[in-house]
């Protein structure tokens, strides 16, 4: 492989795929194969519960495995995608609107009661929980709805941890930047507090643990 692997991740079944310059490879134990289909640059996959994969290139949906993806039929740009806990495929558009994609029909979902499409910045799922982040906080989806989980900050890599916290980054300002923490229900709390510490992964560990990597490489363990 020499086109430069911009992520590694297991697929459903078991399968390692890795994102290149020049489309998704899959490993087969001794070597890298590429399945038919778009030979683009991959920066993310999302896999799916049936063993498929997931990206977007562009705008377009590609959906698919081994045996090569196919682009999916939308009205829309798809800008960010993350599974439900139904194991279907919730998309938000390039326009901001948000979709459910399962068993090959697409249904509009509403955004939360009070929320301008000008307002919604990123759609993510940590693995458990999928959450809507928007300019005065995020929401976080439970069952058919949305539940206000922040209000007045912007936090990103939100993540709900093993201990029942939720935990997320600051950015900017710069003097706020770093790890902050809350109760549902509670109070920001801050648990890192050095401006160096510019975030680019939050995730909660098998065994409980919270993993936090700095941009620096510096990488975090939280009991």
Do not use: C
Request: charged residues 25%; hydrophobic residues 40%; negative net charge.
């Amino acid at each position: 492989m020499s086109s430069g692997a911009s992520f590694v991740r297991e697929g459903a079944d078991g399968t390692i795929w890795v994102g290149t310059r020049d489309g998704a490879l899959w490993f087969d134990g001794y070597r890298f194969i590429r399945p038919p289909g778009p030979h683009y640059t991959v920066n993310r996959l999302l896999a799916l519960a049936d063993g498929d994969v997931a990206f977007t290139i562009d705008g377009v949906l590609h959906v698919g495995g081994r045996d090569g993806f196919t682009a999916v039929d939308l009205p829309f740009g798809v800008f960010n995608l993350v599974t439900d806990e139904s194991g279907g495929l919730m998309l938000l558009s390039r326009t901001s609107d948000l979709y459910k994609l399962q068993d090959g029909d697409v249904q509009p979902l509403a955004l939360p009661a009070g929320v301008r499409r000008e307002d919604v910045l990123h759609l993510q799922s940590d693995g458990e929980t999928v959450w809507l982040r928007v300019a005065d906080g995020a929401f976080r989806r439970q069952g058919n709805d949305w539940v206000r989980e922040l209000q007045g900050r912007e936090l990103r890599y939100l993540t709900a941890g093993a201990d029942g916290r939720r935990y997320g980054a600051v950015e900017l300002p710069i003097e706020d930047r770093g790890l902050w923490s809350w109760e549902p229900g509670g109070e920001l709390s801050r648990l890192t507090g050095r401006v160096s510490d510019l975030i680019r992964v939050i995730a909660g560990a098998a065994d409980g643990r919270l993993l936090v990597v700095q941009e620096s490489g510096t990488i975090l363990w939280k009991d």
